[in-house]
């Protein structure tokens, strides 16, 4: 049975992952770099260990011993490249390095569907990539200096970009308990979704098989934000959505990235955010059969937010964006 690091193990995805981890018999080491979130990882059979990206010296010790690692540390915030470059390129490159020289076969990197900018036609493996935002400019530069470093050292690296990947822990169910979204545009545009449960399942396929390329990945009917919410509404009516028109959300966004701009609190509400989330990125269909011979658990949001929200009940949570 393989060794396996998981970086971001306290977020909303790598929780996930260490959990199905668990349950798959491995006793994975879960990197904890804010050690107030450690206590969300308590009930885990696993091994926690402290590290910090940004300090190149604590990471050779968590990679040492390691067959696999599956990377999903990182800023998560749509802000400007220089403030998310330290962390996503820079962190993710002091990673590799500490990888290749501890000898881990597979790098497995949480990469976005962000990076391909707006689409008129369902993405595939083939579809080009374009930066489109800072964020974008960093996961793109981080996939390629990683997948560079790892062919030279004989690393198995592989991104598997994800789409919008929604489950009970995440910052939009995070919204949708307290009864109110306010979505920054029509909804009318389509998007990609996958199951947070399906999301970890083909990280860790991933790390088991060796696989190496990088791959885009959802679930298998890409739908508008507006039916996400019809259906969320269908299960939970006190949902109330509120749309704000999209330029008025750009200009009050444009304030606050200039307002946040020289400080170190993260902006959730950019106007790169508000771009995003108007962003027409569906994604073909089968691509986790076609990559990972996976089937989903929750092919469509039909099957996957029902059981989210029965995944709410009795139990107590706080994004990793909310909880500085």
């Given at each position: 049975?393989?060794?396996?690091?998981?970086?971001?193990?306290?977020?909303?995805?790598?929780?996930?992952?260490?959990?199905?981890?668990?349950?798959?018999?491995?006793?994975?080491?879960?990197?904890?770099?804010?050690?107030?979130?450690?206590?969300?990882?308590?009930?885990?059979?696993?091994?926690?260990?402290?590290?910090?990206?940004?300090?190149?010296?604590?990471?050779?010790?968590?990679?040492?011993?390691?067959?696999?690692?599956?990377?999903?540390?990182?800023?998560?915030t749509?802000?400007?490249?220089?403030?998310?470059?330290?962390?996503?390129v820079?962190?993710s490159i002091?990673?590799?390095?500490?990888?290749?020289?501890?000898?881990?076969?597979?790098?497995?990197?949480?990469?976005?569907?962000?990076?391909?900018?707006?689409?008129?036609?369902?993405?595939?493996?083939?579809?080009?990539?374009?930066?489109?935002?800072?964020?974008?400019?960093?996961?793109?530069?981080?996939?390629?200096?990683?997948?560079?470093?790892?062919?030279?050292?004989?690393?198995?690296?592989?991104?598997?970009?994800?789409?919008?990947?929604?489950?009970?822990?995440?910052?939009?169910?995070?919204?949708?308990?307290?009864?109110?979204?306010?979505?920054?545009?029509?909804?009318?545009?389509?998007?990609?979704?996958?199951?947070?449960?399906?999301?970890?399942?083909?990280?860790?396929?991933?790390?088991?098989?060796?696989?190496?390329?990088?791959?885009?990945?959802?679930?298998?009917?890409?739908?508008?934000?507006?039916?996400?919410?019809?259906?969320?509404?269908?299960?939970?009516?006190?949902?109330?959505?509120?749309?704000?028109?999209?330029?008025?959300?750009l200009?009050?966004?444009?304030?606050?990235d200039?307002?946040?701009?020289?400080?170190?609190?993260?902006?959730?509400?950019?106007?790169?955010?508000?771009?995003?989330?108007?962003?027409?990125?569906?994604?073909?269909?089968?691509?986790?059969?076609?990559?990972?011979?996976?089937?989903?658990?929750?092919?469509?949001?039909?099957?996957?937010?029902?059981?989210?929200?029965?995944?709410?009940?009795?139990?107590?949570?706080?994004?990793?964006?909310?909880?500085?």
């Amino acid at each position: 049975m393989k060794n396996i690091l998981v970086t971001g193990a306290t977020g909303f995805i790598g929780h996930e992952v260490a959990n199905q981890l668990v349950r798959k018999g491995y006793r994975p080491r879960l990197m904890v770099r804010r050690p107030i979130r450690g206590i969300l990882l308590n009930s885990l059979d696993a091994e926690l260990m402290q590290g910090d990206l940004s300090q190149p010296e604590s990471l050779k010790r968590l990679v040492a011993g390691m067959d696999s690692v599956i990377h999903l540390g990182a800023m998560a915030t749509f802000e400007s490249y220089s403030k998310v470059k330290p962390s996503i390129v820079d962190g993710s490159i002091h990673l590799m390095h500490a990888a290749i020289e501890e000898g881990v076969e597979n790098f497995i990197y949480g990469g976005s569907l962000l990076v391909y900018d707006n689409q008129t036609r369902p993405i595939n493996q083939e579809t080009a990539s374009r930066a489109c935002s800072g964020y974008c400019q960093a996961k793109l530069e981080a996939e390629s200096r990683m997948e560079d470093l790892a062919g030279k050292g004989s690393v198995n690296f592989t991104s598997l970009r994800l789409p919008h990947v929604y489950g009970a822990q995440s910052l939009l169910f995070h919204q949708i308990r307290k009864g109110k979204v306010f979505f920054p545009g029509t909804g009318d545009n389509l998007f990609a979704h996958l199951h947070v449960a399906d999301a970890a399942r083909a990280l860790i396929t991933a790390a088991e098989t060796g696989l190496k390329g990088t791959y885009v990945i959802a679930d298998n009917l890409s739908c508008t934000w507006n039916d996400f919410f019809e259906i969320t509404q269908g299960f939970y009516p006190r949902l109330k959505v509120i749309h704000i028109p999209e330029r008025l959300a750009l200009s009050v966004t444009g304030a606050l990235d200039i307002i946040l701009g020289f400080s170190k609190t993260p902006n959730r509400f950019s106007q790169d955010a508000v771009k995003s989330w108007n962003m027409s990125l569906p994604v073909v269909s089968g691509t986790l059969s076609d990559v990972l011979n996976l089937e989903p658990q929750y092919p469509t949001i039909a099957e996957g937010i029902p059981a989210v929200l029965d995944g709410t009940l009795c139990f107590t949570w706080c994004p990793s964006n909310l909880d500085h």
